[in-house]
């Protein structure tokens, strides 16, 4: 019987510079296997608790020494001499010796990294790739990507108030050649850019950050972008938003300052209704704050048989508040991140209550990301058919769509459904 005979964890560094969790388990068998968690910028405030060592000595605070030695300890004593096949039940215990709501006791992200190493060294010690062993033999979606080409709100230093700007090559046949596309319509995006005296500079997650007049000329670009690439806007190739509004909303009100407008609730639904009419936008995320669940109701009647809501920092990968945004009637998809919520097990149940509700789900990165591309497997393993992992640029992101053409390739018969997602 293969058992964990080791789990320790070491302090690394994200693609922000910033300290993270990289937790190690070794199998009786001799399987080694790593995972890192990543870490997010505009992070809803009822996500998972991400324990920082708070020593301004030591990178600011952010240091997570404590996270690891609960690795170490805590979870290490709790784990090892125990089969690594059951997830569910190794996900149980990691809670149950967290013994809190929310991770704070022993850090999200100590609790993920071990989550993810587990599955990863059960994988590896069956001999099978990762999205196999979490999906089995029903794992064939390959997930259409939401490529984020242009960054603004607190992912970049310029006056774009909404955070991500991103292309759906949707109208593809295969996953290949849906990338190849969006990597075209990129740099022809900066050439454009260029043309006209911006700056090229990237975003937290790749994607330009130039300072634009408004919040809309960054739409206007990217249309511009794919048709210059040769491409039909909204037909091969659609936009998806993330406002990640949240980080613009006070007092009731939405503070555009890149426009100098401020919004009610309503007035921001209209905004991207108007939006929704001139652009090919197939998905909006978090149009309106976590707190504004009466502004979200509004949101989801107006545009929600149009095109699809996505549920962030509102949801945070959280069944409870998925189930109570399903009772409320809010949105019709949800992000799934898995250091939102703490563990493999918990995530995916997430997934399971969206699809019994008909709410799809995007697998998402952070923009503190790092070379563990665990979520390109796990968006295959659960069909989620779609997945949000930042630019075709910058290698943290890239990453993750070149583990997913892997993994294309050695399906040999995995779907690309871009077309069916949407009306
Ligand atoms: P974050 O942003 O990782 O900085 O939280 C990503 C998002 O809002 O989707
Ligand atoms: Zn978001």
Same mark, same amino acid.
């Given at each position: ?225 794919? @048709?210059?690439?040769?491409? *039909?806007? !909204?037909?091969? /190739?659609?936009?998806?938003? #993330? ?5 613009? +909303? %006070? ?45 979200? @109701?509004?949101?989801?009647? *107006?545009? !929600?048989?149009? /095109?699809?809501?996505?549920? #962030? ?5 959280? +069944? %409870? ?103």
């Amino acid at each position: 019987m293969v058992y964990i005979e080791d789990i320790f964890a070491e302090e690394v560094l994200d693609s922000r510079g910033n300290p993270t969790v990289k937790a190690t388990v070794i199998l009786s068998d001799g399987t080694q296997e790593s995972a890192i968690v990543p870490s997010g910028a505009s992070t809803g405030s009822k996500e998972a608790v991400e324990l920082r060592d708070g020593d301004k000595d030591r990178y600011d605070g952010k240091g997570v020494l404590k996270a690891c030695e609960n690795v170490d300890t805590i979870l290490a004593d709790a784990l090892v001499g125990l089969s690594p096949f059951n997830q569910v039940e190794i996900d149980t215990i990691i809670k149950e010796r967290d013994a809190t709501d929310n991770y704070s006791h022993i850090g999200a992200n100590a609790a993920l990294g071990v989550s993810m190493a587990v599955a990863r060294a059960s994988a590896s010690s069956l001999g099978m790739p990762l999205y196999k062993y979490l999906g089995g033999a029903n794992a064939a979606i390959l997930p259409s990507p939401m490529l984020n080409i242009i960054n603004g709100g607190s992912h970049a230093d310029n006056s774009v108030d909404f955070q991500e700007y991103m292309i759906m090559p949707l109208g593809f046949e295969s996953f290949e050649r849906a990338i190849q596309a969006a990597s075209e319509v990129y740099h022809t995006l900066k050439k454009l850019i260029a043309i006209d005296g911006h700056s090229t500079g990237l975003g937290d997650e790749g994607g330009f950050a130039p300072n634009f007049k408004n919040n809309v000329e960054p739409l206007e670009y990217i249309v511009e972008a794919i @048709k210059d690439s040769g491409y *039909e806007p !909204g037909k091969e /190739i659609a936009i998806a938003m #993330d406002p990640a509004s949240s980080e613009f +909303y %006070k007092d009731g009100k939405y503070h555009l300052k890149g426009e100098d407008k401020v919004l009610s609730p309503v007035e921001m639904v209209e905004y991207y209704a108007s939006l929704v009419e001139k652009f090919p936008i197939v998905s909006i995320e978090d149009g309106l704050a976590e707190d504004d669940w009466g502004g979200w @109701k509004i949101l989801s009647d *107006e545009l !929600g048989d149009k /095109i699809q809501l996505v549920g #962030d920092d509102i949801f945070v990968t959280n +069944y %409870k508040i998925l189930q109570e945004g399903i009772d409320a009637g809010i949105a019709n998809s949800i992000l799934i991140k898995l250091n939102q919520i703490g563990t493999v097990s918990e995530a995916m149940k997430t997934v399971r209550l969206a699809y019994r509700n008909g709410y799809t789900c995007v697998v998402s990165h952070r923009s503190g990301e790092s070379e563990d591309a665990f979520i390109a497997d796990f968006a295959v393993a659960l069909n989620t058919a779609q997945i949000k992992t930042g630019a075709p640029a910058r290698s943290e992101r890239v990453a993750k769509y070149n583990r997913l053409l892997t993994i294309e390739r050695e399906l040999g018969f995995g779907e690309y459904i871009g077309k069916t997602l949407f009306k």
